[in-house]
């Protein structure tokens, strides 16, 4: 490589930097390969190279022959340091505590849309019963009323509490299909029985 290159490199020419890449990138891209066995880390290192060649282009012998063996000795420096800071990264990942597990909620918005689909059908349900049935319901069931509160509450007889809540009872089982008006998942009935006795 002639004095006057070297010269203009020294100055920072970036037509001369364009001369230099292009006789000895190839090169120091095999070199930087050989070293790490990466195409991409070699790409990384030849960028990395002509970069810092850049900044110590001051440092240019002005006599001299190639200035390939000055280029490999900075892609050597320069593997050498990027394979230290991949091992700095690696350590460092490694004391990084695990995260923490996402729970699947797949099951959890299948349930959801279950209860909502049941909920939906316990309220088409009871809209079909007769009034009389939904309030005894109401009462006895949601209400927790014993079968005499009940009664009381409406001005009706105990007996006819009792027999209007098992009507609405047989035609909620009957609507709400398999497990005779059961929430599948085990929770209660909303027809389910009522404790006598309590207030």
């Not at 810092?52 to 320069?78: F, H, K, Q, Y």
């Not at 990264?89 to 959890?108: I, K, N, Q, T, Y």
């Not at 909620?172 to 029985?193: F, I, K």
Request: charged share 30%.
């Amino acid at each position: 490589m002639d004095t006057n290159l070297r010269a203009s490199l020294r100055t920072g020419d970036a037509d001369a930097f364009g001369q230099l890449f292009d006789a000895y990138a190839r090169s120091v891209y095999n070199h930087a390969y050989r070293l790490t066995g990466d195409w991409t880390t070699a790409d990384d290192i030849v960028s990395l190279t002509f970069l810092e060649a850049w900044r110590l282009r001051e440092r240019i012998d002005e006599d001299g022959g190639s200035l390939r063996p000055w280029l490999l000795g900075i892609a050597t420096n320069v593997a050498r340091n990027t394979r230290r800071a991949a091992r700095r990264h690696s350590a460092a990942v490694e004391r990084l505590p695990a995260p923490e597990p996402v729970p699947d909620f797949a099951e959890e918005l299948a349930g959801r849309i279950d209860d909502l689909a049941y909920l939906e059908a316990v309220r088409v349900a009871v809209a079909r019963l007769r009034r009389p049935e939904r309030e005894v319901l109401a009462l006895c069931v949601w209400g927790e009323l014993d079968y005499a509160a009940a009664a009381e509450a409406l001005g009706i007889p105990v007996g006819t509490v009792r027999s209007r809540l098992s009507r609405a009872r047989k035609k909620l089982a009957a609507e709400l299909g398999a497990g005779r008006g059961q929430v599948r998942g085990g929770r209660d009935s909303v027809a389910g029985p009522i404790q006598e006795g309590n207030s």
